[in-house]
């Protein structure tokens, strides 16, 4: 208590003083307390892309809406901005897994890792390989165990 930083997952959080700062610049930029994907869009210069790109950039905003509401509040905010800033590597690839993981069952398959090299390429612009080139090149050399699922959540973390 009187501490000015908190701990999370035993690392520093935002300091007090910090998340006082980034609340009025957030209140000032979203006066109602609540940022939309328009907005999201908006700050990151991120308009006018092309549907897969699109789709990519709703599902990292989706991933920051935690209670799932359409909009991303200031609590929302700070937990993203922490976990972008001062989140420790296995915190950052879970978040990675699960915005990755579409259909949420644990694995992402070769169709979600389509998705994945799509969106970037889209974000991008690179065009050395297509996707579906580049998506298989990469799946038959991780998918070491040829059960059709690139990488689940275990072999992420409990596998050497």
Known sequence: ?????????G???????ETYVWYRKFMREYPSGLQTLHEFKT???LQGLNPKANQHVDQVYNTFDMNKDGFIDFLEFI???????RGKMDQKLKWYFKLYDADGNGSIDKK????????VQALNGQQTLSPEEFTNLVFN???I?????????????FTK
């Not at 501490?3 to 997952?9: H, I, K, L, T």
């Not at 979600?112 to 969106?119: G, K, P, T, V």
């Not at 165990?145 to 973390?157: I, M």
């Open 1 to 9: 208590m009187g501490n000015n930083e908190s701990r999370a997952g």
């Open 11 to 17: 690392q520093a959080a935002v300091s007090a003083k």
């Open 43 to 45: 700050l990151l210069g």
């Open 79 to 85: 937990a993203a901005i922490n976990l972008v800033i």
């Open 112 to 119: 979600e890792l389509l998705n994945i090299f799509m969106a």
């Open 141 to 143: 050399k991780i998918d």
């Open 145 to 157: 165990n040829n059960d059709g699922k690139a990488v689940t959540l275990w072999r992420v973390f």
